[in-house]
């Protein structure tokens, strides 16, 4: 971009700006006296400063630091964008009762600019709000309410349009209907970002048509953007692989374009499920996560008449008993008109909903994935010997709920494992598809860490995730994993990691690692140890197996010697000696524990 | 906060929400038809949804995402709050040509309170602005100008007020006067978090004095906020002695806390130069960072009457030849309306500008601190054996100039070093006081990273950082030291690595950890090997010097032994023994090469 070998040395005379001392020596008077060391040096005054005070939108914030939306390269800005859009389907779809079916499509429209197509089965946007939905940054629907989705912050989506206007200087494309009987609406639309609001250049209503039939519901998405497409470990191939397996009622779509040796190719992932994830309910903030300053807020904020109404409306778990148990710690009246409860009465409300016991925060409003749910995702995916999964017990930070899932495929297709047959034997595990490889490394490699948000595939940052730190911290040499100091240990393994929140509280915008509050990160150590536990019991039973299966070997190696040397000892014939030497052997393994 | 301990099971009943299926069979016309596995399930409609979509206030919306701004736990929340004014007083002394001199106090105040107190003699704010720029988010000067300077979002202060305010309900005092001939103004104000607006307390004249004497200029923000104090590599102490590193012209008065073992005492960094850095000029954009839509935006917005004036006016480095060749390129007129360009024209000028060769950016708008200086800030708080510096020339990334400098310090006080003497003898080094403890590891530990962008050192996202993955990149093995695969490599070593640029790109809003860019990978990178080379030299040196060393230490051990024998042999007389050592040891050391 920078076009840094364009450069030349400066040779061209320009208006450049002037010497900073000039204006200070043509008006030192201005300035006021005070100590300074250098002399002649430019004096700005605090009126000078203040005329140059301003405003700043958030879309011009947003502009010029796009790398915390996730666009600071070509190749991460494509992903990005797919992911906002297939994000937002995912979020619609469920809300609305409906079985996602999702298409995208990435078309190159110049040497590093693609056309991103994405189409939903969604219960799609009335019109009147499909300017600000697309087109203004920080607006949406999920940011107030405390329940599970995707998106939260009601920037992503308008945010890559924003960033392939910026690129490309053209506007999204939007069709969006919302019903049989509603007609469908096409928008071109593109954002004023020096005032955070939608320009519409164009809307007309359109018959919308899939393959030939008409698309009763459903939203559709194109964004022209400056992108670079390539396959591997944190391509749009990758996160659409992923989202497949921790959504597995999603059916995908996907028109893969051809990228060096690869051809082009229409990828399907079928949904492996006709069961949407349990709804998630609304919940009220907990008590125990209110700060002092948003109670008092709370409190000026309330239509409630009394403040044990405001505790039980505005709260959720705080019925009378609660009340009750917080006002006589506070020395609060229950009917106490909570806008005129003055600052220091709320420091002691604050501080009695502390010492209240109150029950944890319903877990209705998250929506984990299941043990079960984990493993099959696990085993559709990634080829291994040996599986685990855990789902924790729901837990809270700053007041929001949240939990966590680890599951583990350790030992590669092809690989040395081994495994107990019903007959009490050991055999080889025949050798598998490597379908994996990029899934899980090998021996000497560190693992993988795949890492889900609300069931949204995390791919970059990974250095700066909590996660990732919690895998790093636990010591997986108890379990019979090599670890360098302060690294993810090494072997033929995948970690899935999945947080499901009311609010994840993700590092930056771009919602591509988690922060590491305490209370998340004790989580995460627990779980990981559950599994760890559990693998570490296989990973032993696999060495004693293998020493076992070393002896049996010897046994077999030897055994027919044995029987020829008997045989001429004993002068015995042929099925005589086979049948010594089976009576042998089937007592040698009987004297042995598998 | 969220005392997890105190919760206990379920227990009381409680006003729940309804499970989600009921309504929906209550109302199961209201939903339009649609392919869905799960009957009964609750079904939202497009209109539902509308209904909830809204704006999100920026403050909302940081309140909810407060760990953006590095305020996710209380001992992070003093740093940062310090952090934020002190970076702002050492901007406003410097734009206004003021020595700074700045006061830091902590006072605690509660178990979980400390108020934090930041005092500077800088030219103070006007009256009408001191609202805006405490109690709203996104307002300032610095966002709209390229020139380097500590802050540059318009955030970080109002942050720290906004996090006091959530946490203890108290509003900010701040004091500030612009001159003798004003008055000092005292204002207590909170932010209306809803409405991202100032909202002010009380305002009052007062007659502000520090040690008897009245305040000239200055000003003082009071906050009181949930923090936690501690001493270590992430404290407001180190900050403060790193800011002394990389600010020498600043005369620092700290009024550290009493913590575990350590009273609280009054420590003050004295200024090591009184000049300030030399002034940081304003620069226009610089046209290869123009991206197209910008470019379109900056057309349709300009004053200028002809593309010529435009391409002059609006962007730094053009003159009437670079002028020429564009219109050439793009097959346009110099004389073209710029409002009148079309989109097409628009991406061919793009095209054109991209092809054009222009001079470099002028880098006066970046002050790095100079190999001196570095070297010198480095000298005095780290006694180390050997130190190299080296400042990068300016370099580009989406048209914002950088620089990177880069400083080693390596090898332990009290350690082996050994040093060539002037007269040609090896010496041990003397041990000196281990001042460094802190900021150089041990010979097995990975070197400390210390990081600086602006002249603001980041504590925090080590791993997150292009710095840190810079240092990691690079091949320490080839310069002597040991590094494990993928990690910092290992020795009593600290890195400084200082990046200067008009638009340092955070990976948050807190500002703790600069974005990978390839062209700022690029230049750590280069500084880094040249600075690594030179250690390379210095430590293959230190390796033939300790051979030599051993070497010179067996002949002194030997010596006296043949002197002794060759008395007898040749019968000697003491002093003639004596003489004969010092001269059969004068030509052992001249034939060798030290």
């Known amino acids: ?23 200070s020596a043509a008006a030192p008077l201005a300035a006021p006296a005070a100590a300074t060391g250098d002399a002649g040096r430019k004096r700005v005054s ?30 991460k800005a494509l992903l990005t964008a797919v992911k906002e859009a297939v994000d937002n389907s995912l979020d619609a779809c469920e809300e609305a009762g409906i079985l996602p079916e999702i298409t995208v499509e990435l078309a190159q ?36 309410k405390l329940s599970q989705s995707r998106g939260q912050q009601g920037i992503g989506i308008s945010a890559a349009g924003m960033y392939g206007q910026l690129t490309t200087g053209k506007p999204m494309r939007i069709v969006s209907r919302t019903g049989k009987k509603a007609d469908a609406h096409e928008f071109v639309l593109s954002m004023n970002t020096a005032e955070n609001r939608p320009d519409i250049h164009s809307k007309e209503v359109i018959a919308w048509e899939r393959d030939g039939k008409p698309v009763d519901h459903g939203t559709r998405v194109e964004i022209e953007m400056e992108a670079k497409y390539q396959k591997g470990q944190r391509s749009v191939d990758m996160y659409l692989k ?56 709370m409190l000026k904020d309330t239509t409630c ?24 710690t506070s020395k609060l009246s229950e009917k106490a008109y909570p806008t005129r409860i003055a600052r220091e009465e709320a420091a002691a409300l604050h501080d009695a909903i502390q010492k209240t016991k109150i029950s944890a925060p319903s877990t209705a409003c998250i929506s984990p994935i299941g043990e079960e749910l984990v493993l099959s995702g696990l085993k559709k995916e990634i080829e291994a010997d040996f599986y685990v999964a855990t789902t924790r017990p729901p837990a ?16 590669k297709p092809g690989g040395v494992g081994l495994e107990l047959t019903d007959t009490g034997r050991i055999e080889k595990r025949k050798d ?60 033929p393994m995948a970690v899935f990691v999945h947080i499901a929140s009311v609010w994840v509280p993700f590092t930056s ?40 299966y070393d002896k049996r070997n010897y046994i077999e190696m030897y055994i027919p010697h044995i029987g020829i040397a008997l045989q001429e000892i004993l002068d015995l014939s042929d099925p005589e000696r086979d049948k010594t030497v089976g009576t042998l052997e089937g007592v040698l393994h009987k004297s042995r524990k598998f």
């Open 242 to 297: 992923l989202s497949a397996i921790a959504n597995p009622h999603l059916e995908l779509h996907y028109k893969a374009p051809a990228s060096g040796d690869a051809p082009a190719e229409n990828v399907t992932y079928a949904r492996a499920t006709k069961h949407l994830p349990p709804a998630v309910e609304e919940i009220k903030p907990h008590p125990h996560g209110v700060e002092l300053g948003r109670l008092i807020m």
């Open 432 to 491: 598998t598809k490597a379908l994996s490889e990029e899934l899980v490394g090998a021996a000497d490699e560190p693992i993988r860490v795949l890492r889900f948000a609300n069931r949204v595939p995390l791919l970059h940052q990974q250095a700066a995730c909590a996660v990732t730190k919690a895998v790093i911290a636990t010591n997986w040499k108890a379990y019979g994993l090599q670890q360098p100091k302060g690294a993810l240990p090494l072997g």
């Open 109 to 144: 429209t110049g040497e590093n600019r693609w056309r991103m197509i994405v189409e939903d089965n969604g219960p799609g946007i009335v019109e009147a709000q499909i300017g600000k939905v697309f087109g203004k940054l920080l607006y949406g629907s999920k940011f107030h």
């Open 396 to 411: 809270v930070y700053r007041g929001n709920p949240f939990q966590i899932e680890v599951g583990i495929a350790y030992g």
């Open 305 to 328: 008449r009394s403040l044990s109404g405001f505790l039980q409306e505005e709260f959720s778990r705080v019925g009378p008993k609660v009340v009750e148990e917080i006002c006589k």
């Open 1 to 23: 971009m920078s076009g840094k070998t364009l450069f030349d040395e400066p040779a061209e005379t320009e208006p450049a700006a002037k010497p900073a001392g000039k204006k």
């Open 46 to 75: 605090a009126q000078d400063m203040a005329t140059r005070q301003r405003d700043i939108s958030v879309s011009e914030f947003f502009t010029k630091n796009r790398h915390l939306l996730g666009f600071d390269s070509p190749l």
């Open 509 to 548: 915008e771009s919602k591509e690692a988690i922060a590491s509050y305490p209370e998340i990160q004790k989580e995460l150590r627990l779980a990981l140890m559950e599994c760890g536990r559990k693998l570490g019991m296989y990973i032993r039973k696999g060495k004693r197996l293998k020493a076992e």
